[in-house]
């Protein structure tokens, strides 16, 4: 796992069957973070079960290119004991597959969380000081035992693969504003990290929207 500044920051999004949650949220953080030759992040997504190599579903994959996503060359795949254990953070969309994580490696626990949980946590685990990526993980780990959310379910973002565009479109604006207020979260402490500055700020404009990250609405 990576542990100094100078080293690649791995994050791994998981979610059923890797066709519709976690290769928007790799498609949307990686829009964000992976900028020029030099990126010190990588992103990469994977699924509990389901069949491999199958593209983005239709329907959110429609949703993403309304948005100016990409969603070319996406081949579904099955999470691996290798990818959990190289991954630095680890999102998920449900708390059930936290739990399919921690069966690969009870560690990676602490370094695991439902993408709305850690969309809560972030901005807080930054004002509380997180210095770096990985100092943040730590500080939202550290948060998620003393705020809680008000009803778990609500940590939650299920799964559209079922549903109707509607379905679709409302489950990837939910992704896109979570994404957007991590993104923001980890630039920041990675801007810290360089000795660069406060970073999200062009990260907000070029999305339009506002956020809840570490500068506040």
Known sequence: MAGTPSS?????????GNQCRSPAVERMLGGLLVTGRESRFELDSAGISGPEGRPIHPLTARC????????????????TPQAVLRADLILVAERVQRARVAALDDAAVSRTFTIREFARLASGAVRAGATSPTDLVAAVAALRGRIRAADPAGDDLHDPVLGRSDDHEAIVASLQQATLTIAESIQFVDAATRHQGVGGVASRRAWGLRSTGPEGP
């Open 8 to 16: 690649i920051f791995r994050i791994l999004v998981v979610c059923a």
């Open 64 to 79: 993403l290119s309304r948005r100016g996503i990409p969603v070319e060359g996406h081949a579904s795949r099955l999470l």
